[in-house]
């Protein structure tokens, strides 16, 4: 990996990496995208990513994996600005594929890739580093580790009193076709798969609903304090890992399947008034905000909270006014199927945090 973008060690690649992307938000904040380099590491680096054509199909993979252009000696221009980043970030993980399916051994070791990576780095590494990095508070109850995992096991699970947050890790991958298809049954039929599952397999939602009907029938095997109560407010929780799903209107479609499922299987056994709507939200949301999160025990809780009031608010209009009900209706509509990564939060990244992770390539004036 780090010596296809042209670099010797880890040490020079993240060096290379991070100067890249202060060049990049320097640009973005000047409106430009036409920069000069001259020092040869960097230009060594820069041509990795670079190439004489410009090719396009319906998912821009070939730009994605060539995001610059050179236009003359020294002398680059940004493609896309979000594709960069995407080289080291999304657009890594095809990468990685390569590189992983290039050796049997690992393969027939730990299988099929996507299934290897999205459960020992996108779950057991990335998500629980940060969710135990904010929730590091010894009160913070989580579920009982075990040596295997036991089937049916929520992916994360927390409990602050008598709140309970069940976590499902979902870095899944939508179809380029998928995508570009304008196809609202199409997009709705893949969605529901990736995050319902069918009636012999169920993933994401399906999953936070066995771990409700275990908690509310006192069977829950990873913290036996609920057991005993019934006082408990539940908040399921999907998180991703591409904010596409951060799309406007997806929370709200899938809380909706998630409402109908719950009604189903479980209206008739249980009260559940306690059972909050489902959230949905991306780890890159959840890092940004984590200073602000730790600073208060009950922040996360009040950020759902105002979240799911909005997302299940009543859209009512009273007004003779036909042109303005309808701007009043879109506004409110819009408010109501807004994800929770666009929710205003009094809150900006420190500068001095920001500035931070960028010291070591910084000059010294």
């Excluded at 290039?102 to 057991?124: P, R, V, W």
Aim: charged share 30%.
């Amino acid at each position: 990996m780090i010596a296809s973008f042209n670099t010797n060690n880890e040490e020079d690649f993240f060096r290379e990496m991070k100067y890249l992307f202060g060049k990049l938000l320097e640009l973005k904040t000047s409106n430009n995208y036409i920069f000069i380099v001259e020092d040869a590491n960097s230009e060594k680096f820069l041509t990795s990513m670079i190439s004489d054509d410009i090719l396009l199909d319906e998912d821009f993979t070939y730009i994605k994996i060539h995001p610059l252009y050179k236009i003359e000696d020294h002398t680059y221009s940004i493609v896309n600005y979000f594709y960069v980043i995407d080289k080291f970030y999304r657009s890594s993980k095809f990468q990685i594929k390569e590189f992983y399916e290039a050796y049997s051994s690992l393969k027939s070791k730990y299988g099929n890739f996507f299934s290897f990576f999205n459960k020992e780095f996108s779950e057991n590494f990335l998500m629980k580093k940060v969710l135990d990095g904010i929730f590091d508070k010894p009160y913070f109850i989580k579920k009982t580790e075990s040596d295997k995992e036991l089937s049916g096991e929520p992916d994360y699970y927390l409990r602050h009193n008598n709140n309970i947050f069940v976590f499902e890790n979902k870095d899944v991958l939508i179809a380029k076709d998928v995508k570009a298809s304008a196809d609202i049954e199409k997009i709705n039929e893949t969605l529901k798969i990736k995050f319902l599952g069918d009636e012999n397999h169920k993933v994401g939602i399906g999953q936070l609903i066995n771990t409700i009907e275990e908690i509310l029938e006192k069977k829950f095997r990873f913290d036996s304090y609920v057991n005993l109560k019934n006082n408990l407010k539940i908040y399921p929780i999907l998180l991703v890992h591409d904010r596409i799903f951060q799309t406007l209107g997806i929370n709200y479609r899938l809380n909706s399947w998630y409402l109908e499922s719950l009604e189903e299987r479980l209206s008739r056994k249980f009260n559940l008034s306690n059972i909050k709507s489902l959230t949905i939200i991306d780890i890159d949301t959840i890092i940004l905000w984590s200073p602000y999160i730790k600073e208060k025990d009950k922040r996360f809780k009040d950020i759902i909270d105002s979240h799911l009031n909005k997302l299940n608010s009543k859209v009512k209009i009273n007004t003779s006014n036909y042109q303005y009900g309808m701007e009043i209706a879109n506004k409110r509509l819009t408010d109501k199927i807004t994800p929770i990564a666009y929710r205003y939060i009094p809150y900006n990244l420190p500068t001095e945090l920001f500035i931070d992770k960028f010291r070591d390539v910084l000059k010294n004036e």
